[in-house]
């Protein structure tokens, strides 16, 4: 079973607008990242949260975690067309395991 | 970016043949994963590595085998392959637990 879940499935949004994704796992872990994939291409490491911290920004990017409720949020200010892609959350490994396990991803679409 | 290259990068096969792919890295990262990505089911784990010659299984490991004989290099295999192991395969290296995974520009394999 898939470790994260994130929520929505897709979301289509106006350039410009915030595009936020959230992310529910089950169980206890050390770090929680998140990723985009263009079509057809790999994934693209975008930030880490650790397990100890609340909140994370990169450029446009701002991660939150809230460790008690086992989530994770992705916000996008000012979205770009060129944003359009799918995110996926990855909870990393904790002790005794050496398994990222990603979750089913939310399609995000960007209109210009 | 990381320097990890995956080949190939297409390939199809007919039912009941055996199937090689192979991750190579240029980063001396200890770690090594195999995911599989199909519609619906987001990025599964199929095998993983932790050093040379430890893999351990994932959560969708029946029907592969993978070795690891030196840090660069991590192979997949598909014993006999099945309509339904028809996907994108990805690698991915990270150099310890706590920090992110690279990825590779993934495989596409098709089973006829």
């Known amino acids: 079973s898939q470790q994260g879940e994130e929520d929505p499935q897709a979301l289509s949004i106006q350039e410009g607008e915030n595009a936020t994704m959230n992310c529910s796992y089950k169980t206890s872990i050390n770090n929680l990242q998140w990723y985009r994939q263009n079509s057809g291409r790999g994934l693209v490491h975008l930030i880490l949260i650790r397990s100890n911290e609340r909140e994370k920004h990169s450029g446009r990017l701002r991660v939150t975690l809230d460790t008690s409720k086992k989530s994770s949020s992705l916000l996008i200010t000012a979205s770009r067309a060129a944003d359009t892609a799918s995110y996926f959350c990855a909870t990393g490994p904790t002790s005794g395991t050496y398994k990222y396990i990603f979750g089913t991803g939310t399609r995000l679409k960007v209109l210009a | 970016d990381a320097g990890i290259t995956q080949s190939p990068r297409h390939k199809v096969t007919e039912t009941g043949t055996p199937v090689t792919l192979r991750c190579h890295q240029t980063e001396n990262h200890r770690y090594m994963y195999w995911y599989r990505q199909d519609p619906g089911h987001g990025l599964r784990l199929i095998h993983y590595?932790?050093?040379?010659?430890?893999?351990d299984k994932g959560e969708v490991s029946d029907g592969y085998s993978v070795s690891r004989s030196k840090t660069e290099d991590f192979l997949l295999t598909l014993e006999s392959a099945t309509s339904s192991q028809t996907s994108v395969y990805f690698c991915a290296i990270s150099a310890d637990r706590s920090t992110e995974a690279f990825f590779g520009q993934g495989t596409r394999l098709t089973v006829v």
């Open positions: 590595s932790y050093g040379v010659k430890d893999t």
